[in-house]
């Protein structure tokens, strides 16, 4: 199985910053990857597919890069409805997999 | 609207059976796939398997298999994901996505049905 590593798992920052999570796969996955945020007591919600290409309705603040076995997750300027976890997953090859969340709290 | 409505919270003992319906609308359901994630809670997300409403084709996570079987209706546009022997670690939200892509990957989850909390306790 293909494992999902991101970094960092924890992360504090304020309204306005601009802030990247790093999600490393054990091994190369093309540009099959996508990225999720989820807040409590909620599915997790679509951001961005084929490692950037930003899904409709998300907005421009969110971007996606990398391909093969690194890829990032940027947000250009941080919101008070950003904080939240966010997930990568792989859909190179089956099992689908997923990084373990990174928690983004405000400071 | 395009959406997938899960079934209602259920509470199992441990070696029972369950069964989470998901039904879609908003969206001709033979054309997408649709996946099954769990999460435990305070955890993060799992993959559980994947079936395509067109042919009945699944794939498993070798994790559950011979625990799981997934199934479409595609009269009722649901989907089903049943899994036995359950366990106290069994406990979890299931979710069902729809998959999303073109040219015949599958490049993310696009909707994502409310979540349906299984809890698994003697």
């Known amino acids: 199985d293909i494992q999902l590593t991101q970094s960092p798992s924890f992360l504090s920052a304020s309204v306005g910053d601009r802030v990247t999570i790093t999600c490393r796969a054990s091994?190369?996955?093309?540009?099959?990857l996508a990225w999720y945020q989820q807040k409590p007591g909620k599915a997790p919600k679509l951001l961005i597919y084929a490692a950037s290409t930003l899904q409709s309705g998300v907005p421009s603040s969110f971007s996606g890069s990398g391909s093969g076995t690194e890829f990032t997750l940027t947000i250009s300027s941080l919101q008070p409805e950003d904080f939240a976890t966010y997930y990568c997953?792989?859909?190179?090859?089956?099992?689908?997999?997923f990084g373990q969340g990174t928690k983004l709290e405000i400071k | 609207q395009v959406q997938l409505v899960q079934s209602g919270a259920d509470v199992k003992r441990p070696g029972a059976s369950v069964k989470v319906s998901c039904k879609a609308s908003g969206y001709t359901f033979t054309n997408y796939g649709i996946s099954w994630v769990r999460q435990a809670p305070g955890q993060g997300l799992e993959w559980m398997g994947w079936i395509t409403p067109n042919n009945g084709n699944t794939n498993y996570a070798q994790k559950f298999q011979g625990r799981v079987t997934m199934t479409t209706d595609t009269s009722t546009s649901t989907a089903y994901m049943e899994l036995r022997s359950l366990r106290s670690d069994d406990s979890a939200m299931y979710y069902c996505?729809?998959?999303?892509?073109?040219?015949?990957?599958?490049?993310?989850?696009?909707?994502w049905g409310q979540g349906t909390m299984v809890t698994v306790s003697s």
């Open positions: 997953q792989q859909l190179n090859s089956y099992p689908y997999t």
């Open positions: 996505a729809r998959d999303y892509g073109s040219g015949g990957s599958v490049d993310a989850f696009d909707i």
């Open positions: 091994q190369g996955i093309s540009s099959f």
